[in-house]
């Protein structure tokens, strides 16, 4: 069976990222994440992160840009594997749509972020890009 992929953005304004705190499933909510979701068959990586975006964030997908990857590919025991991906906002404000909150964080604050488990491979490459 093919890998499911999940791509996460790391969508940074000024010297700040966008976290997102997550509802579900129940052993981690209340922790933090980059923002994303699965991708969808016959769509890019890209496609799917900005589709994911504007759900998620109630923002126009028009105004995302995905840019490079972030960091190495996280592979999860159940067979998904997380990529992280630059993303720049062109306008608009994300909402929590689909989280219980959405916090922008500095580098220097990265360390101090309950994150779910498998985004905390991505923070050395986080706080360089920030």
Known sequence: MPTQIVVAGAVIVGSAVLIAQRRRPPELAGRWELPGGKVMPGESEPAALARELAEELGLEA???TVGERLGADVVLA???TLRAYL???ARGEPRPDDHQALRWVTAVELPDVDWVPADR????DLA???
Request: without cysteine; charged residues 5%; glycine residues 6%.
């Open 78 to 80: 159940n067979g998904m």
């Open 62 to 64: 028009a105004a995302i």
């Open 128 to 130: 360089r890009a920030l």
């Open 121 to 124: 491979a991505w923070l050395p």
């Open 87 to 89: 993303v720049s906002l």
